[in-house]
């Protein structure tokens, strides 16, 4: 049993080696995105591995956004996708407790300011109604913590679109369940709600109006309110 164990564990270090090297021919640009891989038996003659190490290898750099497979066609180096990077971000945001989510927090008040300077300058009127409706029904849920921080964490991924960067838009849209989570844990009394939706209806203002310093400012306010409000309730 003992040598089964160590077998495995050789097995596994041996596959990690294998994805650091790969990895790295990938990442610096030696394996163009697009380019078809070596077959695994090339792979197996070149590491010095079994097929069942090469493929654990392939596996993991595939379940990383760095390979794609085409069935009868072989392994190919994945080209750039938003989706590679919103399914990690997904997955993180999942994963992550505690001090970590905390630090989440910090990232979401970045992103999500400089998201509401450029929806003040991007977002068409199309966002901008859509911006206004979501303040509209957070005002029919106050006091219903399930609707209401739904209906939260939407205007926060509609200001996101409306800010015309993908990448933002794809990051926030990525940590909407876990924002959701945050949000509903993170409710007071009735005016703790009334504020939230004044503080929100200054960022739309400022949005409506085309002024990205003002946005840009009411998020960041809102935002530290908010990431203050959950760490008083996680340390009573």
């Known amino acids: 049993m003992y040598e089964g164990i160590h077998s495995l564990g050789a097995m596994s270090r041996r596959s990690h080696e294998i994805i650091a090297e790969l ?4 990442l610096s640009g030696k394996i163009l995105p697009g380019a078809r891989l070596a077959s695994e038996e090339k792979l197996c003659e070149r590491f010095g591995a079994s097929r069942t190490v ?40 999942s994963l992550v407790v505690e001090a970590g989510f905390r630090e989440l927090i910090d990232f979401r008040i ?12 991007n977002a068409g009127e199309a ?27 939407a205007f926060h991924v509609a200001i996101a679109r409306g800010s015309g960067n993908r990448i ?5 849209g990525a940590m909407e369940r876990r924002c959701i989570d945050y949000a509903q844990k993170n409710r007071g009394d009735i005016d703790w709600y009334s504020g939230v939706i004044d503080e929100h209806e200054q960022i739309f203002q400022a949005i409506a109006d085309g002024q990205p310093d003002q946005a840009a400012a009411a998020m960041r306010r809102h935002l530290v309110s908010s990431k203050r409000h959950f760490l008083d309730l996680e340390g009573s």
Request: charge should be positive; hydrophobic fraction near 45%; aromatic fraction near 4%.
């Open 54 to 93: 090469i493929r654990e290898a392939l596996q993991q750099l595939r379940g990383r956004g760095l390979l794609r497979a085409t069935k009868g066609s072989g392994t190919y180096i994945a080209d750039p996708s938003l989706d590679s990077l919103t399914m990690a971000m997904e997955a993180y945001a």
């Open 23 to 26: 990895e790295a021919e990938v």
């Open 127 to 153: 966002s901008v109604t859509q911006l206004r409706t979501i303040i509209q029904k957070m005002h029919k849920v106050k006091g219903v913590r399930v609707k209401f921080s739904a209906a939260d964490i």
């Open 110 to 121: 970045l992103i999500e300011t400089e998201c509401a300077r450029l929806a003040a300058s």
């Open 168 to 172: 933002y838009a794809g990051v926030l």
